[in-house]
């Protein structure tokens, strides 16, 4: 069977930690969208490993596959595959011969759309990392796959149809110089063809490419237990999300079929897990409306004190503050400071319609713990009316005001023991906050998450 992890807010949602709890029955999991801009943390056995594009799995020794719908910086992904061998770990990882190439044009040019955007205050606040434009290579028909990279004459002759184009963007709209103002080696022909010339020697040595979909067909057929890692989360996918303050793939649940070469059919006949963070955070620009306090550089508005638009620091930046510290709100890739605010069910909803969650697995409930009041948004007033999911404009989320529902917050605790001891164990009014949310959902809980450690997560109910 098949079991998909979906992020069900702005990514950051601990999707990792659960891939890893439920990870003791898989078999093969698979990243089905996104590249590096995915930072996740496992932590196995007192140790902490940081990755971006390595599916979190392969740190215990299962197969990781970067599917078709992913775009894999070769440079990435070895310089993580050599840092897990230094510390002991073989990890297991194939590539999809249909995933796209990150290149480094990709990433200059990342960085140079979101300057001329950010003087529009259109800017994603994107990572740097070259996803975008590698995605609108895809759509363009002019991307280079990690199979081109396998065949050294097709791999010169994408090069030489786009290498030209890209220098062009850089020159000729840009007006910027090549080797001067941007690296040239990012737009040199040759040394791009050397370099992804060995990464595709080295995939191929290792023997890492597949036929994603034919592959994980058959170990299907074979019985094995098969998980889809969600990256990102449904209110940054580029169709269901806040556009254009979006990454540039599919987050949600059908990103798995699409993203793997598995039908539909297959997905939708498994599980599907919707994480969801107990409050909200934010990595990048655009509204935000159950914020607290701000972030300078990317909450709209923001100045550098953290107050918006001259307004007086007041509770909301103290409360931000306070969560941002305890929960380590602070980017796993980058290192920015996250957007902190309450939990947005309306965009909860949004999300179990958009994804059809079959459980849920509520992280982090231990960031909150000695608030007196916890808050939740639960509805929006927009134009006079109360709207209990997100309206589909991201002007409109601007307009929309949140309709607070208040909770009496629970004490700090022995959270190791608490996991041990089960979901009875939780503070009652924790517990309060928890069913409030499965009831909107109308999904059940399948864990919670007490703490960073795999220890610290309480399981109620297993998929496989
Ligand atoms: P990109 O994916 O680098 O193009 O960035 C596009 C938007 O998605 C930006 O707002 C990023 O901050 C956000 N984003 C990308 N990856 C992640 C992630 O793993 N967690 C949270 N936000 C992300």
């Known amino acids: 069977m098949t079991v998909t992890i979906v992020g069900s807010q702005l990514g950051d949602e601990g ?21 590096d801009n995915a930072g996740h943390t496992v932590v196995y056995e007192g140790d902490e490993y940081k990755l971006s594009l390595v599916p979190s799995g392969a740190v215990r020794g299962k197969v990781g596959v970067l599917g078709n719908g992913c775009v894999v910086n070769p440079a990435t992904l070895f310089e993580e595959l050599d840092a897990l061998a230094d510390r002991g770990l073989s990890p297991d990882v194939r590539i999809a011969e249909r995933a796209h190439a990150i290149l480094p044009y ?12 950010s003087d529009d205050d259109l800017a994603a606040g994107t990572t740097g990392r070259g996803i975008g434009p590698t ?23 994408r090069l030489e149809y786009v290498v030209p184009q890209k220098r062009a963007l850089v020159e000729d709209v840009y007006d910027l110089e090549i080797g001067e103002d941007v690296d040239g080696t990012a ?22 490419a597949v036929n994603c979909g034919a592959f994980l067909n058959r170990r299907l057929e074979a019985g094995d237990e098969v998980m889809f890692e969600g990256a990102q989360g449904t209110s940054i996918d580029i ?11 599919n987050p949600t649940a ?7 070469g598995v039908g539909p059919t297959v997905v939708g006949g498994g599980e599907v897990i919707g994480i969801i963070k107990s409050y909200l955070s934010r990595v990048g620009t655009g509204p935000l409306p159950t914020e607290l306090g701000s972030v300078a ?55 179990t319609n958009t994804n059809g969650f079959t459980g849920l697995a509520v992280n982090h409930l231990d960031v909150l713990a000695g608030l007196e009041t916890v808050a939740v948004g639960h509805a929006y007033r927009l134009d006079g009316e109360t709207l209990l999911t997100m309206p589909p404009t991201t002007e409109r989320w601007g307009d929309c005001e949140a309709e607070l529902r208040r909770f009496d917050g629970w004490p700090e605790a022995e959270w190791g023991a608490i996991a041990e001891a089960g979901y009875e164990a939780l503070p009652e009014n924790a517990r309060a906050y928890l069913e409030y949310i499965s009831a909107e959902l109308d999904t059940p809980i399948y864990a919670v998450g007490v703490g960073p450690g795999r220890e610290e997560t309480i399981v109620v109910e297993s998929p496989f």
């Open 135 to 157: 995605y609108e290579d895809k759509a363009g028909r002019r991307g280079i796959r990690i199979g081109d990279l396998l065949a050294p004459a097709t791999l010169r002759d």
């Open 187 to 208: 737009f040199d022909a040759d040394d791009l063809f050397e370099t992804y010339r060995a990464f595709g020697e080295r995939i191929a040595a290792e023997d890492m």
């Open 106 to 117: 990709h990433r200059v040019l990342d960085g140079l759309e979101e300057d001329v955007k």
């Open 297 to 351: 550089g990317q909450t709209p508005g923001a100045e550098d004190d953290g107050t918006v638009d001259g307004d007086a620091a007041d509770e909301d930046t103290d409360l931000a503050t306070y969560i941002r510290d305890e929960g380590g709100e602070y980017g796993t890739v980058t290192g920015r400071p996250r957007r902190v605010g309450w939990l947005d069910m309306p965009m909860l909803r949004h999300a």
């Open 15 to 35: 999707k990792g930690g659960i891939v890893d709890v439920y990870g003791d029955a898989v078999d093969v999991v698979v990243r089905y969208q996104g590249g």
């Open 254 to 260: 059908g990103g798995a079929a699409v993203g793997s």
């Open 239 to 249: 169709d269901h999300g806040i556009y254009p303050y979006v990454t540039s793939s």
